[in-house]
Every structure is written in structure tokens, then in C-alpha cells.
T-cell receptor
């Protein structure tokens, strides 16, 4: 399994960039890195994914190190609505219906 | 309008009752999923469907059944509800080409008394 390690929590100031790290040192060559978030009691929300190149979309940027052993999700201008638990996933179970397995995640609190 | 909708959003039912949770999507995705979420246990897959004629059990299918009425509709039934089925239920969809890019509904909070 390509397990992930994320800090359990972090605070961020509103309007500032939030940088969320994720370690995945056992990732295999064909595994993508996915990021999701879950705002309290809402459905998980897909954010972004990547293989080895940096990726950017309207929500965030994903920076993957050259050795692919870690990545950083960047929320460029955090807002209060970005308060959520953020999950980094590299373990996807192809034998079980594309099941997503969320680890502990990082609880991000955006403060005014 | 939301791309993935679930009804009802909240439901309280009694032990032994049959209940159906419904999911509709407008994303045009082929794949649909039902998950449940319990505190401290993360998401667990109940059933998944890769198209209308392809339905598969997930890791915790006992006590549940599903129906894929159309590409856009996927219903979950609890044949005889029991208290340990009290949970938050999510429907999700994904495209054939990006199966792990899943889009979730808002959830149904089910309480079985």
C-alpha cells in the first residue's frame, strides 16, 4: 500500500496561501496523488490530482516532488469556507470498485 | 443546481422498516457508488455500478440492496433497517476515464431507532 502521512491539523490566516504537505514515500510509479476535502457533514469534494507534473486548477495547485515521495497542496488565497479536513490519497483499490480510502487527513482551520 | 443530488437529506426510521435512499446525477457519468461514513471509520463502499447492467457489491453490502434505474439514477435500499445502519450515506459518481475523480452528493443522514 502506498500510505500517506499528513499533519493532523494546521491553521491558516484568511487571504494567505495554505500549504498542505503529504508524504507518500512508498508510492509506486503508476499511482496518482489525489486530494479531496470534506467540509463538516458535507460530501467529500474532489480537488485535484497528479502523477508527476505540477498541476493547477481553479481550486488549488499540486506540487509533486521529483522523486514523487511527497506533495504539497496549495490553496492560494484561503477563505473561511476552505475550513475542512483535507485528504491526500495515493492508495486506490482497483480490485474493489475504485474505492476511495481516506486516511486521517489534515484538519485545516482558516482564521479571520 | 447540484450535479449529484440525494433524497432524503435526513431520515429517522424504526428498526425493521424498509427504506430507500435515492441518488440522481446530471454529470453524465457511467459509474456510481454508495458509501457510508461512520465517525472514526472513514468511508466504506457499499455498492458500485459501472453502468446500468453492471452492479457490484462493495465491502459492506450485507443488509443493503441497490437498483440502477437509469444511467443517472442509483438507489440504495435497506430491506430491514437496524440501528447499526445509522450513518451518513453518500452517493458518488465518476467518469469511465477518471474513476478516482469522484463527485459526491450532499449525503443522507439516516437514524434507525
Amino acid at each position: 500500500d502506498a500510505k500517506t502521512t499528513q499533519p493532523p491539523s494546521m491553521d491558516c490566516a484568511e487571504g494567505r496561501a495554505a500549504n498542505l504537505p503529504c508524504n507518500h514515500s512508498t508510492i509506486s510509479g503508476n499511482e496518482y496523488v489525489y486530494w479531496y476535502r470534506q467540509i463538516h457533514s458535507q460530501g467529500p469534494q474532489y480537488i485535484i490530482h497528479g502523477l508527476k507534473n505540477n498541476e493547477t486548477n481553479e481550486m488549488a495547485s499540486l506540487i509533486i516532488t521529483e522523486d514523487r515521495k511527497s506533495s504539497t497542496l496549495i490553496l492560494p488565497h484561503a477563505t473561511l469556507r476552505d475550513t475542512a479536513v483535507y485528504y491526500c490519497i495515493v492508495r486506490v483499490d482497483k480490485a474493489a470498485g475504485n474505492k476511495l480510502t481516506f486516511g486521517g487527513g489534515t484538519r485545516v482551520l482558516v482564521k479571520p | 443546481d447540484a450535479d449529484v443530488t440525494q433524497t432524503p437529506r435526513n431520515r429517522i426510521t424504526k428498526t425493521g422498516k424498509r427504506i430507500m435512499l435515492e441518488c440522481s446525477q446530471t454529470k453524465g457519468h457511467d459509474r456510481m457508488y454508495w458509501y457510508r461514513q461512520d465517525p472514526g471509520l472513514g468511508l466504506r463502499l457499499i455498492y458500485y455500478s459501472f453502468d446500468v447492467k453492471d452492479i457490484n457489491k462493495g465491502e459492506i453490502s450485507d443488509g443493503y440492496s441497490v437498483s440502477r434505474q437509469a444511467q443517472a439514477k442509483f438507489s440504495l435500499s435497506l430491506e430491514s433497517a437496524i440501528p447499526n445502519q445509522t450513518a451518513l450515506y453518500f452517493c458518488a459518481t465518476s467518469d469511465l476515464g477518471s474513476p478516482y475523480e469522484q463527485y459526491f452528493g450532499p449525503g443522507t443522514r439516516l437514524t434507525v431507532t
